[in-house]
């Protein structure tokens, strides 16, 4: 199975709760609101603070999947705990203590997912860390900014994520999720490839009519 994470970055900030209502007929738990957190330093944009996410939170029919592109993460695991976000990421490159933030982490969300950039190869992962993860997120743009095009290299990494999972006999749970420049071409050879979780920015909401937004859901999950 597939789980659909329409990006809010490129919703309709000043019609947040329809933008949220649009996607009620989807089953509950096929779908996540991605959440891109970013802080002005890490990358070079910013979204949404905290009393935004805390009302997102307050609203929300599907799980939010928090993704945080911020130099420091453990001030965000801290101060976003009360706002029933389900997954938690942070990017790989942001610290040098992965298995602590992990743990802390784990202590306060149900689930834990770790970013790598583009450039950051599978293989920096040590194995003991891949085994803490529910979800790793395979950058497919640089971060920062929705609209932009997907880079193919994604594809290997998701291969390589995925045989690995297949290989530990189980040891290895998470959920590979791609992010970045993905319309349903992408998606169909994202899924072949081993992806479970596909986020969609741009592909979803660029549209001028809200009915189309749950089409644009079915056609990522379609293709497989
Ligand atoms: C980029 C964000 C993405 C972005 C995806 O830094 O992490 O979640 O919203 O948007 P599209 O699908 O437009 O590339
Ligand atoms: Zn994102």
Redesign the pocket.
């Known amino acids: 199975m597939v789980t659909i994470?329409p990006?809010?970055?490129?919703a309709n900030f000043l019609k947040l709760g329809e933008e949220l209502s649009a996607f009620d007929s989807q089953k509950d738990k096929d779908l996540w609101f991605?959440l891109?957190i970013?802080d002005g330093h890490f990358?070079p944009?910013m979204t949404f603070g905290i009393p935004v996410i805390k009302q997102i939170g307050m609203v929300a029919k599907h799980p939010l999947d928090a993704?945080l592109?911020v130099t420091n993460p453990l001030f965000y695991v801290e101060h976003l705990q009360e706002y029933n976000i389900f997954n938690l990421t942070f990017h790989f490159e942001t610290t040098k203590h992965h298995d602590s933030l992990i743990h802390k982490i784990k202590k306060h969300y149900p689930s834990v997912g770790m970013?790598i950039n583009p450039s950051t190869p599978v293989d920096a992962i040590p194995d003991y860390i891949l085994e803490m993860l529910d979800l790793v997120l395979i950058?497919?743009?640089?971060?920062?900014?929705?609209?932009?095009k997907?880079i193919p290299y994604a594809l290997h990494k998701v291969e390589e994520l995925n045989r690995k999972r297949v290989q530990s006999n189980g040891l290895l749970k998470y959920v590979i999720q791609v992010?970045?420049?993905?319309?349903s071409e992408e998606a169909k050879m994202l899924v072949q490839k081993g992806a479970n979780n596909l986020?969609?920015?741009?592909?979803?909401?660029?549209n001028k009519n809200k009915d189309d937004y749950n089409q644009r859901v079915e056609s990522l999950k379609a293709n497989h």
């Open positions: 994470s990006s809010l970055l490129s991605h891109d970013m990358v944009n993704h592109m970013a950058m497919s743009v640089n971060p920062g900014f929705g609209g932009q997907f992010d970045g420049g993905i319309n986020v969609a920015g741009s592909y979803i909401f660029n």
